[in-house]
């Protein structure tokens, strides 16, 4: 039974180029999650979706940022223009109803 | 919002040691997670306990949701316990449509040879 999948695992990009991370939930999960893990913040919830919708998008640090869930087997984190400070690992989490949540393995970004 | 707040920060042990991780959260919940990163950043998935007690092998946990406290149990450390351990919660609000974790900032673990 696969888990949550992301790509790819490293991104390497330079200051104002755009950057799509990539997730695809559990199989069966109606909750898709993003979050970002820094040295100085932790980890922090970006957006969330319930079926599809997203119903919590006020961890999304600015309008450079973007979500979306076309379908409930994948999502995108969007980020454009994209900037040093940017740099962290993204993280996608899917859970059912709600309840206990599985991670995916990450996204390393780096911005130069 | 909830506060979590996870003790010790840091904890060094040397093998075969037992120890205890802390979670304390500023409100009610309906969600606790205990999680491990690993040295390669993963995040594994080690109890979802909203109230109770769980136990999985040398691990184990005890969420006391009316005092606001988690707990997580290492026995007999060995090396592969090393990572950072999360406290993860999520509140219990009016709406049942919020799905947001809380995480605490995580109990660094060493466990010597």
């Known amino acids: 039974d696969a888990g949550v999948i992301q790509s790819p695992r490293h991104e390497v990009t330079e200051m104002g180029q755009e950057v799509t991370l990539r997730c695809k939930p559990i199989?069966?999960?109606?909750?898709l999650f993003w979050y970002r893990q820094t040295m100085m913040r932790g980890l922090e919830l970006l957006i969330y979706f319930n079926n599809n919708v997203p119903i919590d998008d006020s961890g999304m640090p600015e309008d450079r940022f973007s979500a979306k869930m076309p379908n409930a087997s994948f999502s995108t984190l969007k980020i454009q223009p994209s900037e040093p400070r940017d740099s962290a690992v993204y993280f996608c989490a899917s859970s059912s109803h709600g309840n206990e949540q599985f991670f995916g393995p990450g996204t390393r970004l780096t911005v130069l | 919002g909830i506060q979590v707040e996870q003790s010790p920060p840091d904890l060094i042990l040397q093998e075969g040691a037992n120890s205890t991780l802390r979670c304390n959260f500023s409100?009610?919940?309906?969600?606790l997670q205990w999680f491990h990163q690993n040295p390669w950043g993963q995040l594994i998935n080690l109890f979802y306990?909203?109230?109770g007690t769980k136990q999985n092998g040398r691990l184990s946990a005890t969420t006391v949701a009316t005092e606001r406290y988690s707990l997580l149990y290492i026995s007999s450390s060995q090396t592969t316990d090393s990572g950072v351990y999360f406290c993860?919660?999520?509140?219990?609000?009016?709406?049942?449509?919020?799905?947001?974790?809380?995480f605490g900032q995580g109990t660094t673990l060493q466990v010597k040879p």
């Open positions: 199989s069966g999960h109606d909750y």
């Open positions: 993860a919660v999520r509140a219990r609000t009016r709406s049942s449509n919020t799905g947001k974790l809380i």
């Open positions: 306990i909203p109230s």
């Open positions: 409100d009610s919940v309906n969600n």
